[in-house]
């Protein structure tokens, strides 16, 4: 089993229970391939550096996963015909951070 940063871009029309909740049917996917989500953070609502399929902002999910190699490629065409999703990036990692990234902590440090 390998470890992975899974980064899922949903459209900016959802609704954040919405974005919750499909990040919940990609982690049952993950689970469902046999491998096993770690952690879950959701970065919120973020401006895109450019206009992609007529979206401005974007709501970003990050997935700290392990799962087999051989599955990735499954996860990822999951990802590609889900409508919602409007990228994704997968990147194998050595091994998962225990702390938050850095996303998060400036999302804190807005919030103070």
Do not use: C
């Amino acid at each position: 089993m390998a470890y992975y940063e899974s980064v899922l871009v949903f459209r900016q029309d959802l609704t954040e229970p919405q974005v919750k909740e499909k990040a919940g049917k990609f982690a049952e996917i993950i689970k469902e391939l046999g491998g096993d989500v770690k952690s879950t953070e959701f970065w919120g609502l973020k401006n895109l550096a450019y206009i992609i399929r007529k979206n401005r902002k974007a709501h970003y999910v990050m997935l700290n996963i392990e799962l087999d190699g051989a599955q990735i490629a499954e996860l990822e065409r999951r990802a590609r015909i889900d409508e919602d999703v409007i990228r994704f990036l997968n990147v194998r990692v050595e091994q998962l951070a225990t702390t938050p990234s850095v996303m998060m902590k400036k999302n804190t440090e807005e919030a103070e």
